[in-house]
Structures are given as C-alpha cells and as structure tokens.
C-alpha cells in the first residue's frame, strides 16, 4: 500500500461562518464527512484555528485562517500515463486520459493530471479542466505572461473547443443549435447539481452527426460557452443523453431514479480539438487529440 504525502486544506473564514461553532461549520459546508468524523478529526488534532490547534468547539468569526491537515491516505488506483500534443516555452497541451482527474479534488491528490505534469514542469498550471472521465485535451500555460494572455482570450470566446461524444438513439436531424439554459436543480444526494434549467444561465452547443449505429449516435460538439457538464447535459435535453451517463436523462436533469454522481464514470466524451491564436507569436494553434481505442466501434 502507498500513502501519498497528505495535505493541508485551507480557507479564510467568511461572513457564513459567524455565529456558528467549528463543528457546525465544517459538517455544515463540508458535508463529504459527517459531524462524527469531524469530532475524531478534532481529537486527532488535525483541525488549525489560526495557527493554533483546536481542542475544543470554539465560535468562529469572519477572518480566521482555518485548516484541515489531512493526514496520508492511499488514492484509488487510476491511468497516469498521458501524451505530449503540444509543448512551448509558454504552453503546454496534454491529451488526458479518461478516468484521470485534472485537479486534485475529494480522495485524489498525487493521482491527478496537474501532480503527474508537475512532477517534470513544476511550472505549469491549466487553463481549464475537464471532467474525470472526460478524455483529450488539456492546456496549461507555463509563465505568467501566457497564462494571462490565454485567461483573456477563454473569456473573451477565441478559443475554439470541439468535442466528440457518444450519445443514446438515432438522432434524426443532422445538426442541433442547442441554447438550453444550464444551472443548479436539486439532487438528492448533494443536494444541488448542476442540469437543464429555465433559471440558468445562457448556454450554447452546436451539435452536428457524424455517424449512427442502430441505438447510438457520435456527435461532433462545438461550444461556445463552458458551463459545467455542458456537452452532457445538452445532448441529454434534445434527448440523447450520453450512453452510459450515471447523472443525466434525456430532459437534461438527474435521472429520476438513482441518480449518480458528477463524477462518475460510464459515459464516453472527448476534448478533441482546440484552436487559437498563441498569445505570444500571434500564429494560428490547432491542437489536435486521437481518440481513445474503443471509444466508438459500430
């Protein structure tokens, strides 16, 4: 068994936290764990309060520097192994994986994209993320010039993202301008996630079929927003959902008897291509990723 090397998660308490003990306020907002377990956590003498460890429940104020020190554990076993697609003396594009996170997150932290780049590019940060079981590709930048340069160009929508995905049915049409609205719904396990929603914010896909088999469809997905779980959750709102999808049905909201996580797996989608112009030499970029084996066989 191999434990990674721990971690501490902080944070900078804000207005929420006032008036609520220590406790309260981590089983409240930090609900993966439950009020027992951050009991033990507080008698292990892993909970800091500016600096000092906790012992006891004291009231918390706006301000004080909170910390969880996490001690080692082991990370469920996942693909490490990733390719080059593009590399400069200020950027840096990764073909990803699918089942790899891109960022440390829940019980990952050595086994992500961004530990495994850094262990040979210290330098390097992402410029987005995808989903865990999202394969393709990933652009970090390696200084501060391109990733500001980069940042701007993301919001200002000159980065062009294509994707690839395998949805449910036979689509009839040939091509699909999608505007459903994306945002929070309920879920009954988190208590929110992200899905079609009329209170949403404004989202774009358009959406054009490359082949059909007899009970899928592979669509090639342009995006001109990044919302969360857009791909997902628009092919799933014109009612082909992603074979596969433990989260979304073919209205775009959480399937309606148990539904999954954000996370998990089962659904197959690729971050295919990415277009721009580099934010140093001004030169037209067209990166391109292969997609994985099996990822579509009629």
Same mark, same amino acid.
């Given at each position: 068994?191999? $434990?990674?090397?721990?971690?501490?998660?902080?944070?900078?308490?804000?207005?929420?936290?006032?008036?609520? /003990? $220590?406790?309260?306020?981590? =089983?409240?907002?930090? #609900?993966?764990?439950?009020?027992?377990?951050?009991?033990?956590?507080?008698?292990?003498?892993?909970?800091?309060?500016?600096?000092?460890?906790?012992?006891?429940?004291?009231?918390?104020?706006?301000?004080?520097?909170?910390?969880?020190?996490?001690?080692?554990?082991?990370?469920?076993?996942?693909?490490?192994?990733? #390719?080059?697609?593009?590399?400069?003396?200020?950027?840096?594009?990764?073909? *990803?994986? &699918?089942?790899?996170?891109?960022?440390?997150?829940?019980?990952?932290?050595?086994?992500?994209?961004?530990?495994?780049?850094? *262990?040979?590019?210290?330098?390097? &940060?992402?410029?987005?993320?995808?989903?865990?079981?999202?394969?393709?590709?990933?652009?970090?930048?390696? #200084?501060?010039?391109?990733? &500001?340069?980069?940042?701007?160009?993301?919001?200002?929508?000159? +980065?062009?993202?294509?994707? !690839?995905?395998?949805?449910?049915?036979?689509?009839?049409?040939?091509?699909?301008?999608? &505007?459903?609205?994306?945002?929070?719904?309920?879920?009954?396990? $988190?208590?929110?996630?992200?899905?079609?929603?009329?209170?949403? *914010?404004? =989202?774009?896909? !358009?959406?054009?079929?490359?082949?059909?088999?007899?009970?899928? #469809?592979?669509?090639?997905?342009?995006?001109? /927003?990044?919302?969360?779980?857009?791909?997902? %959750?628009?092919?799933?709102?014109?009612?082909?959902?992603?074979?596969?999808?433990?989260?979304?049905?073919?209205?775009?909201?959480?399937?309606?008897?148990?539904?999954?996580?954000?996370?998990?797996?089962?659904?197959?989608?690729?971050?295919?291509?990415?277009?721009?112009?580099?934010? %140093?030499?001004?030169?037209? +970029?067209?990166?391109?990723?292969?997609?994985?084996?099996?990822?579509?066989?009629?």
């Amino acid at each position: 068994m191999k $434990l990674n090397q721990g971690y501490a998660y902080t944070e900078q308490l804000g207005k929420k936290a006032a008036g609520l /003990t $220590l406790l309260d306020y981590l =089983s409240r907002f930090y #609900t993966h764990s439950t009020l027992e377990d951050w009991q033990q956590r507080l008698i292990r003498e892993e909970i800091e309060l500016d600096g000092q460890t906790v012992s006891g429940n004291p009231e918390l104020k706006p301000g004080q520097a909170l910390v969880w020190h996490r001690p080692p554990w082991e990370e469920p076993e996942v693909p490490l192994d990733f #390719t080059v697609v593009h590399e400069d003396e200020h950027l840096l594009a990764i073909n *990803k994986p &699918s089942g790899l996170p891109t960022m440390p997150a829940g019980g990952f932290l050595e086994h992500t994209l961004l530990m495994q780049v850094r *262990k040979n590019r210290s330098e390097a &940060s992402p410029l987005h993320r995808l989903g865990r079981y999202t394969s393709g590709i990933v652009l970090f930048a390696r #200084t501060a010039e391109g990733a &500001s340069l980069m940042a701007k160009a993301w919001r200002d929508h000159e +980065v062009q993202k294509r994707y !690839l995905a395998v949805a449910s049915g036979q689509a009839p049409e040939e091509l699909y301008q999608i &505007s459903t609205p994306i945002g929070p719904v309920l879920h009954p396990r $988190l208590g929110s996630v992200f899905a079609a929603s009329p209170d949403g *914010k404004p =989202s774009y896909s !358009l959406a054009r079929v490359l082949e059909r088999i007899r009970n899928a #469809t592979l669509f090639q997905v342009d995006i001109q /927003t990044g919302r969360p779980h857009q791909i997902r %959750i628009h092919l799933a709102s014109i009612g082909h959902p992603l074979v596969g999808d433990p989260l979304y049905g073919p209205d775009g909201l959480p399937l309606k008897e148990n539904p999954g996580l954000p996370g998990d797996g089962g659904y197959r989608l690729h971050a295919a291509r990415l277009v721009f112009q580099h934010p %140093i030499s001004a030169e037209q +970029v067209d990166l391109q990723a292969p997609l994985p084996e099996g990822f579509w066989s009629k």
